[in-house]
């Protein structure tokens, strides 16, 4: 079974610096994609960054300039380096991977959502 396990999360100063990491286990299959979302209280998930297998990647408006997304695509691991972060940076940060998961051996899949537990970030003023 895929996992999803991150770590970097903590507690930091406005205008500070963390690199969240996560590394996907348990598969062999085709990563499509994987990415951050965050949730802050009070808020719905959104969308913080992400990166395809091609190398493309999106970022969301609030942190773009700011956070760096990448890969170890070895490793299986992906990495979000957050420089300048403010308070409403404040959220729990979820790891996603949309994985390409081979069903015959003519070649058809079906691509499937993995989650990660979370891990908080907090930025005080």
């Known amino acids: 079974q895929v996992q999803l396990v991150e770590s970097g999360g903590g507690l930091v100063q406005a205008g500070g610096s963390l690199r969240l990491s996560c590394e996907l286990s348990?598969?062999?299959?085709?990563?499509?994609?994987m990415g951050w979302y965050r949730q802050a209280p009070g808020k719905e998930r959104e969308l913080v960054a992400r990166?395809?297998?091609?190398?493309?990647?999106n970022y969301a408006d609030a942190v773009a300039g700011r956070f760096t997304i990448s890969r170890d695509n070895v490793r299986n691991t992906v990495y979000m380096r957050m420089n300048s972060l403010k308070p409403e940076d404040t959220a729990v940060y979820y790891c996603?991977?949309?994985?390409?998961?081979?069903?015959?051996?003519?070649?058809?899949?079906?691509?499937?959502?993995?989650w990660g537990k979370g891990t908080l970030v907090t930025v005080s003023s």
């Open positions: 996603h991977a949309e994985v390409k998961v081979v069903i015959n051996v003519e070649g058809a899949y079906r691509n499937k959502d993995y």
């Open positions: 348990g598969s062999t299959n085709s990563i499509n994609s």
């Open positions: 990166i395809t297998v091609s190398g493309g990647t």
